[in-house]
C-alpha cells in the first residue's frame, strides 16, 4: 500500500500492533444491531440460519431499525430453542456493532452491492485520526473478507487552522463560513486555497491568505485572458509553425512548457496539489507574463498578422494555451471550462485543428538554420469541420515533447536571460536615478566577458535578439559610442567576470508606431514619424 505521507505507514503500524481503545460492540439505541439471541439460562448464543434470513429480510424492506421495533417471534419463528441446554427462554441482543465497523464495511457495499468498482480502490482519503479509524476498520475486515487490502493507496491531510495555528473556534472567533468566502470570491478561490496549502501539515486559512489566492487567481485568469486575445487570427490548421522552424527564443519556451507538463502530470499523480498550483502561477506569472508575453508585445502588435514571427510567437501562445486549460482543469475547473469556451479557434462558426499532417509556414530567414530537416506542422484542418471536444475536461493531459533545442543553445539562452537581469537592473537604476521614464527611451551598451556566447549581431555592432530581450530602442556591443553622449548609469555586477551594462538616453526620434527610438524616424518617410520597420509593415497593407 503507498502511504501519503509516507509517515503514515508507521502510524498506521503501531496502531494494528497496539490498538488500546477498540470493541466491537456499543450501548446505543440507533445503528446496526448485533442480530442474534443469548440464552437467559447459560448465555449460549442463538444464531441459527432461519434467524439470519428473517432478520436479512426484515433489514431489507424496514431497515435496521427494525431489530428494535418488532417483537420476538417475527425474527425467532416458533421452534427456537437454545443450541446448549435447550432452553426457550431467550433475549435478543440490543448492543450496536462499533461505529467503526460500519464505516470499515463501507467498500464492501460500494463494491459489491453497487458495483461501481472491484477491489481495491485506487485511494482512500482522510484526516490524519483515520489511522485509528476508518482506514484501520476497512483494513481488517477487508483482509477478514476477502483476503486482500481495499486500497492501494492512503492519503492523509491535516486539519484546518487560523493564520496563527489555532484551532477554529467560535469563542475565538476566528472561524470563516466557507459560504461567505463562496459569496465574496467564488468557488474557484476556494478551491485554490485546498490546492495551495501543503495539506500534510494542518492547512492555515484567514482573510489575508484568501486575499493573497485572490491575486495568484487574478494572474493565472490574466493569462489566459493574453493568450486568447492574441489567438483571434489564428488558425492552427494553416497558421501553426512546426518547432524546427521556430526562433530559438520561441523553441526555448516550448521546452519550458514542456518540462511544466511532465513536473505537473507528476505532481498529480503523487498528489503534491499544492506543487501544481506553485508551479503553474509561477510559469504564468515569471515566464509568460514577465517575460516572454512581455517581450513579445511588440511584435504581435506592430508585425503584420502572417509575418513569420508573428505566427511563430502565436503558435507558442496556441500550445500554451492548449496545454494550460488541461493543466489547471482538475483544480480550477470553472476557469479552465471558461477559458475553453472563449478558444477562437474551437468554435463552430470558426476553424478545428486536428492532429497530423504537414506544411508550415513559418521560417524566419534570421533564425532558420541551413541542416533542419524539412518543415512539418502537425496540424491539418478538421475534414468535417466538427467542434471537437465538447468540454476542456475531454482534453488530454499535454505530454512532455521533444522540443528542438540543443544543449548548447538552451545554455546560451540561459546565459542571455542572466544577462537580462543585469540589464533591466541597469534599465531600473536609469529610472530611479536619472528620470529615464521607459525603457524604450533608452540603448544599452554592454561589455561582454571574454568567451560569452553571442546572439545574432548586425555589422554596426548591434545585436537585435537583446534589443527584443530587454525591450530598449538598441542594443550595442562594446563601450558606448561617443555619438550617444554620456552613460545615465554604468552598473558592473559583483562576480560576473567583467560585465559592463551602460545605460543609455537614445539622442534618436521616437516612432509613433512602436514607440521604439530610431536615427531613421521622420527620414524614412515625409510625413509619418515612423521607424523603417513599421513603414515596410504599414506598407503590406497598402499604408500610407
Not at 498578422?305 to 500550445?319: G, S
Not at 537604476?429 to 549581431?457: C, H, V, W, Y
Amino acid at each position: 500500500i503507498a502511504w501519503v505521507p509516507p509517515w503514515g505507514k508507521d502510524r498506521m503500524l503501531g496502531m494494528l500492533k497496539n490498538r488500546p481503545d477498540w470493541c466491537i460492540s456499543r450501548q446505543r439505541s440507533w445503528g446496526v444491531p448485533i442480530a442474534f439471541y443469548l440464552c437467559k439460562a447459560c448465555d449460549a448464543v442463538y444464531d441459527e440460519p432461519g434467524l439470519r434470513a428473517r432478520t436479512l429480510e426484515r433489514f431489507a424492506k424496514e431497515g435496521a431499525d427494525t431489530w428494535f421495533k418488532r417483537p420476538d417471534a417475527d425474527f425467532l419463528g416458533d421452534a427456537a430453542l437454545c443450541p446448549s441446554c435447550g432452553s426457550k427462554d431467550l433475549r435478543k441482543e440490543t448492543d450496536i456493532l462499533d461505529v467503526w465497523f460500519d464505516s470499515g464495511m463501507s467498500h464492501a457495499y460500494v463494491s459489491e452491492v453497487l458495483k461501481d468498482f472491484e477491489l481495491p480502490a485506487d485511494l482512500y482519503l482522510e484526516g490524519s485520526d483515520q489511522h485509528r479509524g476508518w482506514f484501520h476498520s476497512s483494513l481488517l475486515i477487508a483482509l477478514l473478507r476477502k483476503g486482500t487490502p481495499p486500497y492501494r493507496a492512503v492519503l492523509t491531510h491535516g486539519f484546518v487552522v487560523d493564520e496563527k495555528g489555532r484551532k477554529m473556534s467560535k469563542s475565538l472567533g476566528n472561524v470563516l463560513d466557507p459560504n461567505v468566502l463562496i459569496k465574496q470570491h467564488g468557488a474557484e478561490i476556494l478551491r485554490l486555497w485546498t490546492s495551495y496549502e501543503d495539506y500534510k501539515n494542518d492547512i492555515r486559512v484567514s482573510d489575508t491568505i484568501i486575499s493573497q489566492l485572490v491575486d495568484v487567481y487574478r494572474r493565472i485568469r490574466n493569462t489566459c485572458r493574453f493568450l486568447l486575445a492574441n489567438l483571434y487570427d489564428f488558425d492552427p490548421a494553416k497558421d501553426a509553425c512546426a518547432h524546427e522552424t521556430l526562433p530559438l527564443t520561441e523553441r526555448f519556451m516550448l521546452k519550458k512548457l514542456s518540462a511544466l507538463a511532465g513536473d505537473l502530470k507528476e505532481a498529480y499523480e503523487t498528489y503534491e496539489f499544492h506543487a501544481v498550483i506553485q508551479q503553474l502561477h509561477q510559469f504564468c506569472a515569471l515566464d509568460l507574463s514577465a517575460f516572454y508575453l512581455d517581450i513579445s508585445k511588440d511584435a504581435l502588435y506592430c508585425l503584420h498578422p502572417a509575418h513569420p514571427k508573428r505566427r511563430a510567437i502565436q503558435t507558442v501562445l496556441y500550445e500554451t494555451l492548449e496545454a494550460l486549460m488541461p493543466m489547471m482543469a482538475p483544480i480550477l475547473s470553472f476557469t479552465a471550462e471558461e477559458v475553453f469556451e472563449h478558444v477562437p479557434y474551437r468554435r463552430r462558426d470558426k476553424f478545428v485543428p486536428a492532429i497530423g499532417g504537414s506544411a508550415g509556414p513559418c521560417s524566419t530567414d534570421a533564425q532558420s538554420r541551413p541542416n533542419d530537416p524539412p518543415t512539418q506542422n502537425t496540424f491539418v484542418p478538421a475534414g468535417d469541420h466538427s467542434p471537437g471536444p465538447a468540454s476542456v475536461f475531454f482534453l488530454d493531459f499535454p505530454a512532455p515533447k521533444n522540443v528542438p533545442v540543443e544543449e548548447g543553445e538552451l545554455a546560451a539562452f540561459k546565459a542571455w536571460l542572466d544577462l537580462r537581469t543585469h540589464a533591466l537592473k541597469a534599465l531600473e537604476m536609469a529610472r530611479k536615478e536619472k528620470g529615464l521614464k521607459s525603457n524604450l527611451d533608452a540603448i544599452l551598451a554592454i561589455e561582454l566577458p571574454k568567451g560569452f556566447p553571442l546572439p545574432q549581431t548586425l555589422p554596426d555592432g548591434s545585436a537585435p535578439l537583446f534589443e527584443e530581450l530587454f525591450i530598449t530602442s538598441g542594443v550595442l556591443l562594446g563601450p558606448p559610442a561617443k555619438a550617444l553622449g554620456e552613460p545615465l548609469v554604468t552598473h558592473r555586477p559583483e562576480a560576473q567576470g567583467g560585465l559592463v551594462v551602460h545605460a543609455l538616453r537614445s539622442p534618436h526620434p521616437k516612432c509613433e508606431r512602436c514607440w521604439k527610438h530610431k536615427p531613421e524616424v521622420g527620414k524614412a518617410h515625409s510625413s509619418l514619424m515612423v521607424c523603417a520597420r513599421c513603414l515596410e509593415e504599414l506598407s503590406r497593407v497598402g499604408l500610407p
